[in-house]
């Protein structure tokens, strides 16, 4: 089975502060890790993915991530917070041996990130 | 390139009903993936089609069903339908790369379905 848990509801945080939203994960091979953005009444918007190589993954709208095997995580961060960066976060797993190669993405529960000014 | 589009935006039903979603990929994409979002449950997979074939069904009972055309576009059935159906139903598309597992889906901006 594949899962992904985000232990945070809602994260608060200063504008110009740095942010961290918090996922991990749980699969049995090696995950794809997808980080998606949603604003209200819109679809989701891609940000950024880990699929191989580089740990530190960079994405859009100036947003990173780091993959951790050991610890099992994937958080999302950014050096500098906007007002408009607040939003609904979902981190997402896909197991590529689970899903036959498919596109099946199980994704985490949300994060509702505010910033204030 | 024109994103991922979806027809209704909006829709309003009763108990009983059957409903059809209607998906537009991105243009090239082959493989199409639908999610059912709703505040107790989250974002749930419910299918993915790719050259017409269903490639993964989620956890969902038989009144969902799904169907791709040849030209990509898809449209998901909800037949019967329940309180609990209502929803924020997304489509998502990406390129359909064969057994690799490592595409982006891009989605579109849902269809909310209200089941009364």
């Known amino acids: 089975a594949q899962s992904v848990a985000q232990p945070e509801d809602q994260v608060n945080v200063a504008e110009g502060n740095p942010l961290t939203v918090k996922c991990t994960y749980s699969v049995s091979g090696n995950p794809y890790l997808f980080w998606y953005v949603q604003y209200p009444n819109r679809g989701l918007q891609f940000l950024l993915k880990y699929i191989t190589g580089d740990n530190l993954v960079k994405g859009s709208y100036g947003f990173e991530a780091e993959f951790n095997k050991s610890q099992t995580s994937f958080h999302l961060k950014k050096p500098s917070a906007l007002v408009s960066d607040s939003a609904l976060y979902f981190c997402a797993v896909r197991d590529p041996i689970l899903t036959g190669g498919g596109n099946k993405l199980t994704f985490g529960t949300g994060t509702q990130l505010k910033v204030e000014l | ?116």
Request: proline share 5%; charged share 15%.
């Open chain 2, 1 to 116: 390139k024109a994103g991922v589009t979806q027809t209704p935006r909006y829709l309003i039903k009763t108990r009983g009903q059957q409903v059809t979603l209607s998906c537009s990929p991105i243009s090239g994409h082959r493989s199409v993936s639908w999610y059912q979002q709703t505040p107790g449950q989250g974002l749930q997979f419910l299918f993915e089609y790719f050259s017409e074939t269903q490639r993964n069904k989620g956890n969902f009972p038989g009144r969902f069903s799904g169907r791709q055309f040849s030209n990509s576009r898809s449209e998901m059935n909800v037949s019967t339908l329940e309180l609990g159906d209502s929803a924020l139903y997304l489509c998502a598309s990406s390129l359909g790369l064969p057994g690799t597992g490592r595409e982006t889906q891009y989605f579109g901006p849902g269809t909310r379905l209200l089941v009364l």
